[in-house]
């Protein structure tokens, strides 16, 4: 049948379009629901449109400062985490050091790890260094759990630089630093770009490893998390939603400034 042999034809794409479609149902609710205006304290049933929620969604109480403080421990140890990252990664591709082997893969233990063993090992070596639990601690974990995303992204961007590009630097009388800046940094920037973006994701989603070292301090996830007890404030999806769409906006504006580029390098 004409039907069945485009089906077979075209399977490959309708399996990866429903594969999206799953993945995106789960914003496209919480978009739906951030118009919505409940009836009681849980926004889990549609009741009416409206637009009260946008209009003021700091208007439940310590919601935007548990957002503010997600956003800068997400910063902070997005900027740590990438730093180290990017080092780390340069001395495992370019150098040649004892125990080289071990360290590589050590460095992908904290991404196979169980989040909940992570988080109790780092409360366990807080409680007995004596540091008293919040900001610092949060952020520490977060550069560390970080830390493996960022080498993993940036690693793998370095091993396919092709290191006669840098030895022309050399020839032409570049310096290591002019080298490095000109020529290396700019061939490994999308990977590095590709490790901060996730190790800021990570950052702002983490609940596990933060609910066991935050003390007293609430970020945004744990916020959502003591909400949902009490009731679901319909900020809460205003929120997500404008994270959503602001990384979907990144994402295009990514591939719009990368396709610029093939278009100019060919002409």
Avoid at 108 to 126: I, N, R
Avoid at 245 to 251: D, F, K, W
């Amino acid at each position: 049948m004409p039907v069945l042999r485009w089906i077979r034809r075209n399977l490959v794409v309708i399996a990866g379009l429903l594969t999206l479609a799953y993945m995106i149902l789960p914003n496209i609710v919480v978009m739906v629901f951030s118009f919505n205006k409940p009836k009681g304290r849980f926004n889990y049933a549609w009741q009416q449109f409206s637009l009260d929620a946008w209009k003021d969604p700091c208007g439940v109480a310590d919601l935007c400062g548990s957002l503010s403080l997600s956003l800068q421990i997400a910063f902070w140890a997005t900027l740590g985490a990438t730093a180290l990252g990017t080092a780390v990664a340069f001395a495992l591709v370019r150098y040649r050091f004892r125990a080289r082997g071990a360290i590589s893969s050590l460095i992908f233990l904290p991404m196979a790890m169980p989040e909940v063993v992570m988080a109790a090992s780092l409360l366990t070596l807080f409680l007995n260094m004596g540091a008293e639990l919040g900001f610092w601690t949060v952020l520490i974990a977060h550069i560390m759990f970080c830390l493996s995303f960022v080498v993993t992204a940036v690693k793998a961007r370095v091993m396919s630089m092709d290191p006669r590009l840098e030895e022309a630097a050399r020839d032409l009388y570049a310096g290591p630093v002019q080298t490095f800046v000109r020529v290396t940094l700019p061939i490994a920037a999308p990977g590095i770009a590709a490790g901060a973006l996730l190790a800021f994701a990570l950052s702002f989603d983490d609940f596990i490893i933060t609910n066991f070292n935050a003390g007293s301090t609430v970020t945004f996830p744990m916020f959502v998390w003591g909400s949902a007890q009490r009731g679901t404030p319909v900020q809460i999806n205003v929120i997500g939603t404008a994270m959503f769409v602001i990384a979907v906006l990144m994402v295009l504006v990514g591939q719009l400034i990368a396709s610029r580029r093939r278009s100019s390098a060919q002409n």
